[in-house]
Each structure stands twice: as C-alpha cells, then as structure tokens.
C-alpha cells in the first residue's frame, strides 16, 4: 500500500532564510510525486510535480528514489509562501488517484 | 477555467438524517470526479472516484452504503451521508480530471470544500 508521510505538521522560518518541507513515501512501484499548496482560505492547487523538474514560485523538489523522499524546498523563502503544504502521490496506471500527507503549515516571520 | 464548485459550502444537520453534497466542474466535463475527506488539522484521505455512467470506486474501509455517490453527468458528482452521525462531521473535498487537458494525473482541479456539521 502507498504512505506518504510529512513529518513537520509546523514550520516556521524568518522571511529570506532557506526553507524544506520534508516528504517521504513508500510504494511498491514508480509513483509520479506532487506537491499541493492551499493558501489561506483557497482551494487546493498544484504547485510543481516531479516529472516537470521545475522550479514554481522558487520552489523545487528532487525526487530521491534511494531515500523514497521528495522534499520541498526554496532557497530564500517570502512572507506570501505561508500556506498549508501538501505532498501527494499518485501510484503509476491507476485511475489518477492521490494519496496525501498530512501537511505542513509553513509560517514565514517578516 | 477547470472550476470545480461544491454546494453547499457548509451543512449542518440532524443525526440519522441524510444529506447531499455536489460537485460541479463549471467550464468543463469531467469524466472522472474524487471525493475526500479531510479531519481537522490532518490529511485529505481519498474516498472514493466516481465515473461518469458507472459505479464509483470505493477505498479500503469507507462503506458505500453510507457513503452514496452518484456521477450522473460529465459535470455534475453527488456525495450523499445517508443516516449521518456526529462522526461524519468533516470537510469533504472533490475534485474533478479535466480529459481535455491532457488527462494526466495532476490535471486536477479542487473544489472548495463542504463543510459538514452533524448534531
């Protein structure tokens, strides 16, 4: 069966410091790795994925199949990054179903 | 465009009574909608997808029978608690695949949530 755990369910960082949400998985095939963002009192939304390897809003993620890990992170994080984060993961030819973590809400201090 | 609404936005009712949640993809047709629930400060467990014309699929440990969901039209998914109880009471979530978009996975779009208060 697929887990997706997030262990920090609080983060806080000062605004400009570096910043890391961590996730990690288990699944016993190749899933395809997401990460969701809902800001306060807005819906769901994707923020990147792991098969683009791009960078959205200064946020990249690797996807670490040794270490079944796909953390979140930017370098220099911004006052409009607090949000509830959320790592997902969607198993390989299934009907488009996500499994996800428990969130993190990161708080970034001014 | 890909809206996804839910109505209502909050619900309170009576235990032992049934209540009704939809799900509408507003600007395109969803062949596939999902619905999940989310427990105060903690994840959005999927319950179950439902397919346009067919019958839904249902997790590992959520009852069908309770749980009732219709997808009678490409843009229209119903979730409906039959003889709801105080541990119901969550936030319930759809989401809905826009095919036209690709169809792949992350082509996904949230709705906002029912928020579902049983007495």
């Known amino acids: 069966a697929q887990r997706v755990t997030q262990p920090e369910k609080l983060l806080s960082v000062f605004k400009g410091a570096p910043v890391e949400l961590k996730c990690n998985y288990s699944y016993s095939g190749s899933p395809e790795l997401f990460w969701y963002v809902q800001y306060s009192r807005q819906r769901l939304q994707l923020l990147l994925r792991h098969i683009s390897r791009e960078s959205i809003k200064g946020f990249t993620a690797d996807l670490n199949k040794g270490e079944t890990s796909f953390h979140l992170k930017k370098p220099f994080a911004q006052e409009e990054d607090s949000a509830m984060y959320y790592c997902a993961l969607s198993p390989a030819n299934t009907g488009n179903q996500f499994y996800f973590g428990t969130g993190t809400s990161l708080t970034v201090i001014p | 465009g890909a809206v996804v609404s839910q109505h209502p936005s909050r619900v309170i009712c009576k235990s032992g009574t049934s209540v009704k949640i939809e799900c509408r993809s507003l600007d395109f047709q969803a062949t596939t909608m999902f619905w999940y629930r989310q427990f105060p400060k903690q994840s959005l467990m999927l319950m179950a997808t439902?397919?346009?014309?067919?019958?839904?699929?249902?997790e590992q440990g959520v009852e069908k029978d309770k749980f009732l969901i219709n997808h009678a039209s490409l843009t229209l998914s119903t979730l409906t608690v039959t003889s709801a109880h105080p541990e119901d009471s969550s936030f319930y979530i759809c989401?809905?695949?826009?095919?036209?978009?690709?169809?792949?996975?992350?082509?996904?779009?949230f709705g906002p949530g029912t928020r579902l208060t049983v007495t």
């Open positions: 989401s809905a695949r826009d095919p036209l978009r690709g169809g792949r996975v992350y082509e996904q779009y």
């Open positions: 439902s397919n346009e014309g067919s019958k839904a699929t249902y």
